[in-house]
Structures are given as C-alpha cells and as structure tokens.
C-alpha cells in the first residue's frame, strides 16, 4: 500500500477548500477561482490548479470529469451526480433517488463487483425555467437510457 504524506494546509489551500465547500454545486477550477479571488485579490489561476490538484491527490476533494471539463467535489462519501446537458451543472443526486442502486449486485451477475459509475443526465432547473425550450444534441444522449422511452 502506498502511504500518503500529509502536506501542511497552507492559507491558499485552506481558502480554496472552504469556498469549495460554501459551493452547492461542483465548479470547475475557473469558477472556483473567481469566488477565492474574492477573499484573495492576488491569487492566480495556476495556483488554484495547483492546489486543486494537490488537494485531490490527498484525498481532500474529487476531481470529476465532465465531458472535458475538470469539475471538484468537496464530499467524499459515496454519493450520485446529475449533469445539466444544457449548461453542463453538476449537482448531487438525492440519496433516496437512488436507493437500492448498489443493493443486492451480486445476487444479479457472477461477476466480482469491484466498483461502478453512474451518470444521471437531463436539464436543471435554471435552464429548465428560462422559458424556451433546451435543445440536446441527439450524439448527446448515444450514450444515455432515454428514460421517456421507458414509457411506450
């Protein structure tokens, strides 16, 4: 097992972590760094990368990939996102939405579960009450259960 060496919380990571935190959805590093340039006027970009990545690597946050964009989670415990196709907004999935998604796998497959993803997709609401319809792309959703097919 490889051992993690504890690094000292500097001020930049200790500001970054909690604006992290203050977030109710999960920012990419550019949107972080606008709300830690709040409270440190002189903070560079590359230096919110570089700590975002420091604070990953310790184990402090998640990192999420996002159709190429890097996003950041503060929560550790095991949890389900939603992604907004319209505007790309990552949000947490309400535990009782799923529940029951992980119970009983190896009743279902004589496979060894060793770990899964899960990606819920659709519009949230602030794209959803701008009025207009939201187009999606149908190479969007190649890769997604259609859930109003669900329905015929």
């Not at 996003?71 to 319209?86: E, G, N, T």
Request: contains cysteine; hydrophobic residues 35%; aromatic residues 6%.
């Amino acid at each position: 097992m490889i051992s993690r060496t504890q690094r000292r919380m500097t001020n930049q990571r200790l500001i970054i972590l909690e604006e992290l935190w203050n977030m109710k959805t999960h920012p990419t590093a550019d949107e972080l760094y606008a709300a830690v340039r709040q409270r440190m006027p002189r903070i560079s970009l590359g230096t919110v990368y570089r700590n975002l990545q420091t604070l990953a690597v310790d184990g402090k946050i998640r990192m999420l990939k996002d159709s190429g964009r890097m996003r950041f989670d503060s929560s550790l415990h095991d949890h389900y996102h939603v992604r907004c196709l319209s505007c790309g907004r990552v949000d947490d999935m309400p535990e009782s939405a799923v529940k029951g998604l992980r119970e009983n796998m190896s009743e279902k497959t004589d496979y060894r579960i060793v770990g899964f993803r899960v990606e819920f997709v659709g519009i949230c609401p602030d794209c959803g009450n701008l009025g207009k319809e939201v187009a999606i792309e149908e190479e969007t959703l190649n890769d997604f259960k259609i859930l109003e097919d669900d329905t015929e």
